[in-house]
């Protein structure tokens, strides 16, 4: 799945990111609570249409940030005018003089977009290895949605225990949702 990401076309890549962003601004949960996003990196759609509009509605929007003393992410809230820096695994995230939210706040009503390398027909998701989503959903009460291309939908995944699912997945042709848990 890796080298396929590193083979889309950037033309692709924002023509698939343009539609998903449409389909999830289109979600009234995704218009009206705070939005745990991601800082896409150069493969992975991008999400900054659907930030920016948060914003335009007053969202709070938060981005993990890598803690290295914890070797866990946490998540920070960001605004339009902060500036992101390269961290971990050269992602961009929050600088480190912004302050966390609370593991009460992370598990409040967030609405979560989810990256991942692939994706199963059960809301199970594959990430890049480590644990490190799984370790940041754990817990999470809130909607998670994985955002993917078509391709990055599979039948089925492996599974472990510390997998946590995804309420949905959204292309930019289609919305999947599963059984909540």
Known sequence: MTARLEEVPATTRDSASEATCQQLTAMPEVQCGPLAAYAATATEITLEAVIAAAWRRG???????W??????YEM???????????GRMGISE???EL???DDAARRSELVWLVPGLAFDRSGMRLGRGGGHYDRLLRNVTGLRIAIAYDWQIVTELPRQAHDVPVSRVVTDTQVIEFESD
Do not use: C, K, N
Not at 67 to 72: C, K, L, M, V
């Open 59 to 65: 969202q709070a929007v938060y981005l993990p940030r």
């Open 67 to 72: 803690h290295t003393a914890q070797r866990s």
């Open 76 to 86: 920070v809230g960001i605004a339009a005018e902060t500036t992101l820096r390269t």
């Open 94 to 96: 929050p600088p480190a």
């Open 99 to 101: 302050d966390a939210i």
